[in-house]
Each structure stands twice: as C-alpha cells, then as structure tokens.
C-alpha cells in the first residue's frame, strides 16, 4: 500500500481521535479505500474552485494511499495539476480509475457508481457541505469559504472512512466563516490593506493560516515567527510543506507561497528573540504555538489584538481577546495547580529519574542527546539501542515528542507509554483552526470583528452543531495579568487608551 513515510504521525494522530483505534487498526482501514476528488466544470474554472481543490489535494494526500481525481475533459490540467500536487506530498502515492467514496466539488455530473458522494462548494465566506447533491463554487477571490469547505469535506471523509455506520455527517450545512456559525452570513469583499500582522508558530495551524493569507486579494506584511525546522514527523500536517521541504526551515517554507499581494516576512526566531531584536510596538498577532507557557509570553508582550488558536483530540477553536474588558489569551491558560518541570515529565517519560540534572542542562544548553543517555534510556525501557540512535546529537524535546509521544520510538498502543503531553492533530482539524484563525485577522482588518472576547469551538467528529461561537469573561479567580493594575496602565500607555 502506498502509504507515505510519515504514515506513523498519522496512525497517532487518528488513534488519539477514534476510541479503541491503534497503528494496525488505522492501517486497515486505509487498505481498499479509494478517495476519488470530483471537480465540477465551475470549480476548476475560477479562483474558489481552484484553492478548495488545492487545499483538498493538500489534505487527502498525507492520509489515504489511493486517489481518483476526475474532471470533464474541458478542464484535465486541474485534475493533472492536483495529481502532481499530491505526488510531492506523498511520492508514494497511488491513483486508480474508480472510487470507493468520492468528494464532489462543485456543480459535479451524476455517477453511476454506488459509492457515497460527500458534495462540497462556497460562496465567498461561506463553506457548504452536503450529502444530498451538489454544492456550487462562486467565481470571487476569498480563499476563507473554499479553505473550511475543503476542511470540512475531509472531516467528513475521516468519520465515514473510520466510523463507517456509525459517522455522524455533516447534511446539508452551511458554515459562516465570517460570524463562527452554522448557518449562512455575511460575505463583506476583501478589499484594501491587510496590514501588518505577526503570526507566531509556523507549524501545522500557521501553515493553514498562512495557505489563506498567501491568497488573499488584500495588500498587507506578514511577519512569519518561528525558529524551527520541518523533520519527517512534521509532514503529516503541514499542509503547505512538501516532502521535499524536510530539514527546512518553517518560516522560509511558508514564505514561498506569498507570491501575490500579501508579502513575507521570515524570522527563525521564537518569539523572545523576535520582540528583542524587533521591539514589542507589534499592534496585531495570530497564535499558533504548542503550549499554555508560550501563549502567557506572546500576551504578556501586549500587542493592542490578538488571536489564538488551538488543537485538543477531536476538538479545535479559535479566540479573539479584549485585553481591558474581557478575557486575555493568559486567562485560557492560567494553571489550576503547582506544575511539574518539563525536565521531570521527560526524565520520567525517558524512566530515567536519576538523570534529571543531565537532562536539565541539555534542555537548557540546547545540545543534542549523548550515546550514554541513550544507552541508559534503551536500558531503562527495555528499548533496542538501535531505535534510539537516530536520535544521538539531536535535542533532547526532539527524542520525547517524536520518540515517545509521537510513536516513533514506542509503537503506539504499546502497554507503558508515557502520558500523552503531546498532542498529534489530525491534518484537517489543524487545517481548519488555522483557518479560522485568519479569519479573525482578515475580520478586524475589515473592521467587522465583533467587540469582546470571543471563542469558537468545533468538534472534527461530529456534525457542526449550533451556537459555536461564545463570549468569555476573565479568569475569575483575579490572578490573572490583565487583572493586574501594573499591566493595565502599561496596556493603556502603550495604546494611549483612557481608563
């Protein structure tokens, strides 16, 4: 079966998502699967259509071994182009001539076959999605309704594929890109000045947001901040990365698709080298980081708006957050308890307690794992000494996140792995947060951003639901930094804002 190389990140992520599910499990029900992509005549001959196939082709093309991508005659160069695409994404791939379940893009022609259709298509902010019949694809230049409504098809494909009878499909939907809601809103023209933003994380949820962002027909700077590189493990979720992109650097992978009106700007930095060497004056900033400490630091720098969005098994969401009158970005993430040092989970997860100071200083130095801490580690677990060693001289976080949590040093579902610190998203639902997190940008640069503290949630294994969207007040126990005297004053100078 021609399944990619990082095929393992994927098994993860889809057996942390599907009770009872491990890599033998997701395996099998991969085998015989054949995803066929429909584009109709309207999709492939306008600027929705062409950026719902490609974000499709990004998606599908990491997961399932075997596509069918089909098109009337009048437009082969789409199908030809997507089936190029999904060859530098996994060479491995395979393509056969007929369907097992389909994805219909646009004003698609009937089938004879018996397989299920999923029918996708937008309307500038809206995303549709049904099982009944076709969905058409408007001809205007908002790549945010195209971009959900690919997200959503694969969502949709992930439960029917893995959940068979039991999958809870999307009916006849329509999602409101613009308002966070099901049903269908407003669709405002992206005209004018994106602005200047700052996205900080270039990994999986930055890639989506920079996937939208790189097509807007808005001017505008992105400054991409991130000090990482792309390893094989990444490629499972990265959806504008290309296996050719391994041992790259996120930031300079993303700014090569900002070919139009919206230009980038790369940082190998994190976002402490960043503010140092840049100052903290950054007005606008779109989170997409890993954990609760970083988030707290890219808000104690006090950009005037700013957005965060996040992954959980089975879950994602998006915030947008009012410093002065309503829950910062802290305010999510403040600890209900005493922590334990990452050092203490990884030398714990390593079973090697007794190393903890050795472990401490290479977290802190940076420098890669010796030979004797893999021996001790290889003894400690019962591990052969020949599954760590790809791993001597790389970072210590590197052996604990790809190693253990993602699978590739302790088979998943092995009895005595260690608690899941890490979560592996599945590539939609990484996609779609990343999504909605350019949205918010686009929506205040237009100034239709709704006041307040606002939060979406959306559950990738279910049907959209009702009322997604909510409010949220600050953290209530009043320890938090926005409902410090110090930090507000400071917020206030900094914005000239009167009490």
């Given at each position: 079966?021609?399944?990619?190389?990082?095929?393992?990140?994927?098994?993860?992520?889809?057996?942390?998502?599907?009770?009872?599910?491990?890599?033998?499990?997701?395996?099998?029900?991969?085998?015989?699967?054949?995803?066929?992509?429909?584009?109709?005549?309207?999709?492939?001959?306008?600027?929705?259509?062409?950026?719902?196939?490609?974000?499709?082709?990004?998606?599908?093309?990491?997961?399932?071994?075997?596509?069918?991508?089909?098109?009337?005659?009048?437009?082969?160069s789409?199908?030809?182009?997507?089936?190029?695409?999904?060859?530098?994404?996994?060479?491995?791939?395979?393509f056969?001539?007929?369907?097992?379940?389909?994805?219909?893009?646009?004003?698609?022609?009937?089938?004879?076959?018996?397989?299920?259709?999923?029918?996708?298509?937008?309307?500038?902010?809206?995303?549709?999605?049904?099982?009944?019949?076709?969905?058409?694809?408007?001809?205007?230049?908002?790549?945010?309704?195209?971009?959900?409504?690919?997200c959503?098809?694969?969502?949709?494909?992930?439960?029917?594929?893995?959940?068979?009878?039991?999958?809870?499909?999307?009916g006849?939907?329509?999602?409101?890109?613009?308002?966070?809601?099901?049903?269908?809103?407003?669709?405002?023209?992206?005209?004018?000045?994106?602005?200047?933003?700052?996205?900080?994380?270039?990994?999986?949820?930055?890639?989506?947001?920079?996937?939208?962002?790189?097509?807007?027909?808005?001017?505008?700077?992105?400054?991409?901040?991130?000090?990482?590189?792309?390893?094989?493990?990444?490629?499972?979720?990265?959806?504008l990365?290309?296996?050719?992109?391994?041992?790259?650097?996120?930031?300079?992978?993303?700014?090569?698709?900002?070919?139009?009106?919206?230009?980038?700007?790369?940082?190998a930095?994190?976002?402490?080298?960043?503010?140092?060497?840049?100052?903290?004056?950054?007005?606008?900033?779109?989170?997409?980081?890993?954990?609760?400490?970083?988030?707290?630091?890219?808000?104690?720098?006090?950009?005037?708006?700013?957005?965060?969005?996040?992954?959980?098994p089975?879950?994602?969401?998006?915030?947008?957050?009012?410093?002065?009158?309503?829950?910062?970005?802290?305010?999510?993430?403040l600890?209900?308890?005493?922590?334990?040092?990452?050092?203490?989970?990884?030398?714990?997860?390593?079973?090697?307690?007794?190393?903890?100071?050795?472990?401490?200083?290479?977290?802190?130095?940076?420098?890669?794992?010796?030979?004797?801490?893999?021996?001790?580690?290889?003894?400690?677990?019962?591990?052969?000494?020949?599954?760590?060693?790809?791993?001597?001289?790389?970072?210590?976080?590197s052996?604990?996140?790809?190693?253990?949590?993602g699978?590739?040093?302790?088979?998943?579902?092995?009895?005595?792995?260690?608690?899941?610190?890490?979560?592996?998203?599945?590539?939609?639902?990484?996609?779609?947060?990343?999504?909605?997190?350019?949205?918010?940008?686009?929506?205040?640069?237009?100034?239709?951003?709704?006041?307040?503290?606002?939060i979406?949630?959306?559950?990738?294994?279910?049907?959209?639901?009702?009322?997604?969207?909510?409010?949220?007040?600050?953290?209530?126990?009043?320890?938090?930094?926005?409902?410090?005297?110090?930090?507000?004053?400071?917020?206030?100078?900094?914005?000239?804002?009167?009490?």
């Open positions: 079966m021609a399944l990619a190389d990082y095929y393992a990140r994927n098994a993860l992520a889809a057996s942390q998502v599907l009770a009872g599910f491990d890599e033998q499990r997701v395996r099998a029900a991969l085998e015989g699967v054949r995803v066929g992509v429909a584009i109709g005549t309207d999709a492939a001959d306008c600027p929705e259509g062409l950026a719902l196939v490609d974000l499709l082709i990004r998606l599908l093309a990491r997961l399932y071994p075997t596509l069918v991508v089909s098109c009337e005659a009048i437009a082969r789409v199908a030809d182009d997507a089936m190029s695409l999904a060859r530098h994404i996994n060479p491995n791939v395979e056969a001539s007929e369907p097992t379940v389909e994805i219909a893009i646009g004003m698609v022609l009937p089938t004879a076959g018996g397989w299920p259709r999923i029918f996708v298509g937008s309307e500038g902010w809206n995303a549709m999605v049904a099982t009944t019949s076709p969905r058409p694809v408007r001809a205007s230049e908002n790549p945010l309704g195209a971009g959900v409504a690919a959503l098809a694969a969502a949709n494909l992930f439960r029917l594929v893995f959940l068979g009878d039991k999958a809870q499909l999307d006849d939907t329509t999602f409101s890109v613009l308002e966070g809601e099901s049903r269908p809103g407003g669709d405002p023209p992206l005209a004018g000045s994106f602005g200047e933003v700052v996205l900080v994380g270039a990994g999986a949820i930055g890639n989506a947001a920079a996937w939208a962002l790189s097509r807007l027909p808005m001017k505008g700077v992105l400054r991409l901040v991130d000090p990482e590189t792309i390893d094989l493990g990444n490629l499972q979720r990265y959806v990365c290309e296996r050719g992109d391994e041992n790259g650097t996120k930031v300079e992978a993303l700014s090569r698709h900002f070919t139009g009106n919206v230009r980038a700007v790369p940082h930095q994190d976002l402490a080298g960043f503010v140092a060497t840049n100052g903290y004056g950054w007005l606008r900033m779109l989170l997409g980081l890993d954990s609760a400490r970083d988030r707290r630091a890219a808000q104690a720098s006090l950009p005037r708006w700013v957005a965060n969005a996040w992954t959980q089975g879950d994602l969401g998006v915030s947008i957050h009012d410093f002065i009158q309503g829950a910062c970005v802290a305010c999510l993430y600890p209900e308890g005493a922590l334990e040092n990452e050092d203490a989970i990884i030398a714990s997860s390593f079973g090697v307690p007794e190393r903890l100071m050795q472990i401490r200083v290479l977290l802190y130095k940076g420098q890669g794992i010796p030979r004797d801490l893999l021996d001790a580690i290889a003894t400690a677990r019962t591990i052969p000494i020949d599954r760590l060693l790809p791993f001597e001289g790389r970072p210590v976080r052996l604990y996140t790809e190693g253990f949590c699978g590739a040093v302790i088979p998943i579902g092995a009895a005595g792995v260690p608690r899941q610190d890490v979560h592996v998203p599945l590539a939609h639902q990484s996609a779609l947060a990343g999504l909605l997190l350019a949205a918010t940008a686009v929506r205040e640069a237009l100034g239709v951003s709704q006041p307040g503290t606002l979406t949630r959306i559950d990738v294994l279910r049907g959209l639901g009702l009322s997604l969207t909510q409010p949220a007040a600050k953290d209530p126990r009043g320890i938090c930094i926005c409902q410090d005297a110090d930090y507000q004053e400071l917020y206030r100078r900094k914005y000239q804002q009167e009490t």
